[in-house]
């Protein structure tokens, strides 16, 4: 069983920036996608962004330019900078561990972003 788990959420004014941490029980490694997902309330979950093992990131389009998403293997960690927050933004934030190619994944507990004046 991979246990992740989330840190870095909170309160934030729009505008603002967070850096969101996620680190996995497993050595990570390159066949494993890492991604972030996030779940507004009475929404459903939705993709934000990924980094595979091998070969590009990819984004939501609502966070392209905005968020930047960064692994290091070394730690078995994933990160999530998020700059320019807006109110759409507030969410639970989840982070996701997919093996290449199998329908294999797992899920962290999730944190918390607040973007609010």
């Known amino acids: 069983q991979v246990q992740l788990v989330e840190s870095g959420g909170g309160l934030v004014q729009p505008g603002g920036s967070l850096r969101l941490s996620c680190v996995a029980s497993?050595?990570?490694?390159?066949?494993?996608?890492m991604a972030w997902y996030r779940q507004a309330p009475e929404k459903q979950r939705e993709f934000v962004a990924a980094?595979?093992?091998?070969?590009?990131?990819r984004y939501a389009d609502s966070v392209k330019g905005r968020f930047t998403i960064s692994r290091d293997n070394a730690k078995n960690t994933v990160y999530l900078q998020m700059n320019s927050l807006q109110p759409d933004d507030t969410a639970v934030y989840y982070c996701?561990?997919?093996?290449?190619?199998?329908?294999?994944?797992?899920w962290g507990q999730g944190t918390q972003v607040t973007v609010s004046s």
């Open positions: 996701n561990l997919a093996y290449f190619g199998t329908n294999r994944n797992y």
């Open positions: 980094v595979p093992g091998h070969g590009s990131t």
């Open positions: 497993i050595r990570t490694a390159n066949i494993h996608t």
